[in-house]
């Protein structure tokens, strides 16, 4: 048998050293040649993968027996959620003395004997406000200034020996406090309140007046301070629902109202969150008397 053909032997080739690299034959590689390799059944000569090759027990596998490589996740892949530990959230909540920050102040369990009687039984309470103290401003200004006004006036007419003039100034005086004690006795029974199913004031002495708004009707919902409510902490809140005039607009001067925003808009959009805080709450009171 002749030789292959060929171009004929050139030392002087520039090609030739590549073409020799190029043609010189694969040596075999045994199972202890290097890992990863070794005798396929059947295949003695040739190089074969073998069982530890590929995907080992990285983070997220589980698998005994196996080894390898650990495979990592491509941090581009997609949004991973951060790992959070007990330890980091134990610094988030409350305990029972209240030492951690709260984002909502506590309320009474139970509702008032004045709100109690407009609440259903299948209602589940989230709380009641009186308006801020604020509310009391005119009545309270008008008292003082009558009680200045009229007692100089009194003194000034008992030195006059005119003493209907006189009687009358106390009279009147009387009246206006009179006035005065009705709004702040108005005032105390003026709630607002806040179940899982609508919000609702309620006020009046004589005449008593509730008004209500489903939370499923609220379509937008919004709170006014001025300077002074940033000041002493009160605020107006405007209810909105489907655009029409409702007898529940606008409450005004209302205590806490960033505080109060937030237990509204998380009793209309997080119901089950609500039921699980205040759960958890109850659950942690009970152990503390247990102990």
Do not use: C
């Amino acid at each position: 048998m002749g030789s292959p053909a060929g171009p004929p032997f050139d030392p002087d080739d520039p090609d030739r050293e590549r073409r020799e690299r190029d043609t010189e034959p694969i040596p075999r590689i045994g199972p202890d040649d290097g890992p990863g390799y070794g005798a396929g059944p059947g295949l003695s000569d040739g190089p074969s993968l073998s069982d530890d090759v590929g995907y080992g027990d990285g983070p997220g596998y589980a698998g005994e027996g196996r080894s390898g490589r650990a495979w990592i996740r491509d941090p581009e892949a997609g949004y991973q959620p951060p790992q959070i530990s007990e330890d980091e959230l134990a610094g988030l909540r409350a305990d029972a003395t209240g030492s951690a920050p709260r984002r909502v102040l506590p309320l009474e369990d139970e509702p008032s004997s004045l709100v109690a009687r407009y609440l259903f039984p299948t209602e589940r309470y989230r709380g009641e406000w009186k308006r801020h103290w604020i509310h009391l401003t005119t009545p309270l200004l008008v008292g003082i200034a009558a009680t200045f006004v009229l007692g100089y006036l009194s003194g000034f007419l008992a030195g006059q020996n005119v003493g209907a003039l006189t009687t009358i100034a106390v009279l009147l005086w009387f009246a206006v406090m009179g006035w005065v004690a009705w709004k702040v006795a108005d005032w105390w029974y003026d709630r607002f309140i806040l179940t899982n199913k609508r919000v609702m004031v309620v006020n009046g002495i004589i005449t008593r007046r509730v008004a209500m708004m489903p939370l499923v009707r609220v379509t937008d919902m919004k709170y006014e301070q001025t300077p002074s409510g940033r000041a002493l902490n009160y605020g107006t809140f405007v209810l909105e629902s489907a655009g029409q005039e409702q007898a529940l607009r606008e409450i005004k001067n209302l205590p806490n109202p960033n505080e109060l925003y937030l237990r509204v808009v998380e009793e209309m959009y997080e119901p089950q969150a609500v039921e699980a805080r205040l759960g958890k709450e109850a659950d942690e009171a009970k152990a503390d008397d247990g102990a």
